[in-house]
């Protein structure tokens, strides 16, 4: 389990989203793992503050992001990265080569946005 810090803050790189527990509670967590469904049951179960995942290529009826809903009805912050922009399983591939490509509510109103590199974009947000 790695991590990095960001204008103070640590960031917590986890090549998959079952590695996370209470020491990431309330944090930032970058995960390499699909965003669906039971990877947001793991995520809930420790409440980042924000969590970020592959969407895995998006898949059948959006299976590979379909988490970041649950995540939004539950108040967490919550992106995907491209699979295209970062390999599926490498955390610190997704850290510094992931593109957001889709970003719930409470994401959205933290600043991050589709298009943007998620390290950027998690910079912006942590420096403020």
């Known amino acids: 389990m790695q991590s990095v810090e960001v204008c103070g803050r640590r960031v917590w790189l986890l090549d998959s989203v079952t590695e996370g527990g209470e020491a990431q509670r309330g944090g930032v967590v970058i995960t390499a793992s699909h965003g669906g469904v039971s990877a947001a049951r793991y995520a809930l179960a420790y409440r980042p503050a924000l969590v970020a995942f592959n969407d895995a290529g998006v898949g059948k009826d959006a299976a590979g992001i379909a988490g970041l809903a649950l995540l939004e009805e539950a108040g967490v912050a919550a992106v995907a990265v491209s699979a295209e922009s ?25 600043g991050l946005r589709p298009g943007e590199r998620l390290a950027d974009a998690l910079r912006c947000w942590l420096c403020e």
């Open 86 to 110: 970062a390999r599926i399983g490498e955390a610190d591939d997704t850290w510094h080569s992931g593109v957001i490509a889709h970003a719930n509510a409470p994401a959205r109103a933290l």
